[in-house]
């Protein structure tokens, strides 16, 4: 299983990105597929999933409102729409593939937990300057 994640870059505050996570070497529509952050000396932080069928999407209070999560079965693919940045987005972001079945992700110390995910991409650095 690979996952590849991209489109991390510099931003200013109150601008736009959107990452992607490319997976293979899976059946990606049996998969719920999370977005992680992480910041140095800090744990990773839950971000938000996404369901096998896309049809349903949580998100962590930090990002609700801002962040836009959705996946392309066809393509194998999965995106997160991040609007309104701000420096406090600063992180590397990776992208995850759910262990557990969709509605596990119901649970929310599932769903934010890292250990409720087990293949991983390699992370993209979104840096949002102030």
């Known amino acids: 299983v690979q996952l590849q994640a991209s489109g991390g870059g510099l931003v200013q505050t109150g601008g736009s990105l959107r990452l992607s996570c490319a997976a293979s070497?899976?059946?990606?529509?049996?998969?719920?597929m999370g977005w992680f952050r992480q910041t140095p000396g800090k744990e990773r932080e839950f971000v938000a999933v996404?369901?096998?069928?896309?049809?349903?999407?949580y998100y962590s209070d930090s990002v609700k409102g801002r962040f836009t999560l959705s996946r392309d079965n066809a393509r194998n693919t999965v995106d997160l729409q991040m609007r309104r940045l701000t420096p406090e987005d600063t992180a590397v972001y990776y992208c995850?593939?759910?262990?557990?079945?969709?509605?596990?992700?119901?649970?929310?110390?599932?769903?934010?937990?890292?250990?409720?995910?087990?293949?991983w991409g390699q992370g993209t650095l979104v840096t949002v300057s102030s």
């Open positions: 995850a593939t759910a262990k557990g079945p969709s509605y596990t992700m119901l649970v929310f110390s599932i769903r934010r937990d890292p250990r409720s995910y087990d293949y």
């Open positions: 070497g899976l059946t990606f529509s049996n998969y719920a």
């Open positions: 996404i369901s096998a069928s896309g049809s349903t999407t």
